[in-house]
């Protein structure tokens, strides 16, 4: 008895031991697990951590979470920019991820741009010495492994850019692909299609040598072809010109156009498209919307008594218009392209390129810059980029292009 009475106390320590010794993070209050989630990065918590266990998922799923984390990111903003139940309907399975993968992206596109580190990592690719003419249209291709670049020289430049088994740039010209100024550019699978200031919209097939002629859509305007535009839903593309006609084709039903309209009073300077409707910017200082499912004007919206829209991106639920005053115009579609705000902008002249990636807004301009922006109600500035060449016509796909005369 004695003996059982002295190793008791061994015993019960021993037990102890063993039960502390088991403790995991499922062990934890929520409390402190969500201390130590907030040391960890997002896409950590969404793709590593919320896949473990259901327990750890049901916590993550927490939509609360996920605005804390984004305010903490940008205090004082509003996120998104239009209230998601105006400005877009998801299906259940991506409504629970919005916040969540929202959440990845500003902090994933916050930390590319601010810390310095990473922002001296990425690498900057400058074309040159094959235009001598200033370039109005590029265009990325492949998983930005290819660019084409149209200029007022009239030439076509397809470019391999660097990748990790071939280091150098190399480049191919079809030297005259007009007869005029190439303004634009824009693709449908392995086509791409230029429109130039001959009043013709070219198409040609990319392949993994250069680019081959495959057709011509000559275009009974009076004026030249400043814009086009294609959609990813549909094989269609739409051109826009000069002298104030839109014009939508379908190049599965031949050469003529399928719709021809003519919104405006000035020249159609910019086009943006989806399956269900085309924004057309204009001179006369008005964005128009056409139906394309019921084949008629739907709407006309006057940007500004003082400048005109130069650059529009329509992404989803939210439409963005930049203008020749250096001014941020958003267009909510969920409420008939509703005007519903307008932004100062740091840009010094006109707003030349949108594009809209997942956690960041990104703008060129005429005063040579190009700035990130926190995709926020209102924007934030994050980073500065100036080109050392000249202005910036456009901005594709979170590269951005330089507007020069070599």
């Known amino acids: 008895m004695d003996k059982e009475k ?7 320590d ?19 697990l969500l201390h130590i989630c907030s040391f960890l990065d997002a896409s950590t918590l969404v793709h590593g951590l919320g896949l473990v266990c259901k327990h750890f998922h049901q916590i993550l799923l927490d939509d609360s979470l996920w605005k804390v984390r984004i305010s903490q990111i940008w205090p004082n903003t509003g996120f998104p920019v239009l209230p998601p139940a105006s400005c877009i309907c998801l299906p259940a399975e991506d409504d629970e991820l919005f916040w969540k993968l929202s959440c990845v992206a500003i902090e994933r596109q916050t930390l590319l741009w601010r810390n310095s580190v990473e922002r001296d990592s990425m690498e900057n690719v ?3 010495n094959v235009h001598y003419g200033t370039i109005d249209g590029v265009l990325l291709m492949r998983d930005g ?20 088994e071939n280091k150098f740039v190399k480049s191919m010209a079809v030297e005259l692909a007009h007869e005029g100024w190439i303004w634009d550019l824009t693709a449908i ?16 097939e990319l392949t993994n040598t250069g680019l081959t002629h495959l057709t011509t859509y000559e275009m009974i305007v009076s004026g030249a072809l400043l814009c086009v535009t294609s959609c990813s839903d549909l094989p269609i593309f739409a051109t826009g010109s000069f ?19 003519q919104p405006h009073n000035r020249a ?31 709407k006309t919206v006057m940007i500004s008594k003082e400048s005109f829209p130069m650059s529009v991106s329509m992404n989803k639920g939210i439409v963005y218009v930049g203008d020749s005053g250096a001014k941020l115009h958003v267009l ?42 926190s995709p926020t109600d209102p924007p934030q500035h994050v980073e500065t980029l100036t080109s050392p060449y000249g202005e910036v016509p456009s901005v594709k796909n979170i590269v951005y292009f330089i507007r020069s005369t070599i």
């Open 6 to 12: 002295s190793s008791s106390p061994t015993q019960h």
């Open 14 to 32: 021993d037990n102890q031991n063993d039960s502390t010794s088991h403790i995991s993070l499922l062990d934890l209050p929520i409390e402190i």
């Open 126 to 128: 400058f074309l040159d």
């Open 145 to 164: 492994t290819v660019c084409i670049s149209g200029a007022r020289d009239r030439s076509l430049v397809y470019w391999t850019l660097p990748t990790e």
């Open 189 to 204: 699978d392995n086509t791409v299609y230029s429109c130039s200031w001959d009043r013709t919209v070219k198409a040609w």
């Open 243 to 261: 002298s104030k006609t839109v014009l939508v084709f379908d190049p599965r039903k031949g050469y003529s156009p399928i719709a021809r309209y």
């Open 268 to 298: 159609v300077i910019r086009l943006s498209m989806n399956s269900d409707y085309i924004l057309s910017a204009s001179e006369d200082k008005s964005v128009s919307i056409w139906d394309q499912r019921a084949g008629r004007i739907m």
């Open 332 to 373: 909510n579609p969920k409420k008939d392209f509703e005007l519903k705000k307008c932004y100062t902008t740091k840009h010094e002249k006109a707003i030349t390129g949108l594009h809209v990636a997942p956690g960041c807004l990104i703008t060129g301009s005429l005063d040579k810059t190009v700035i990130i922006w």
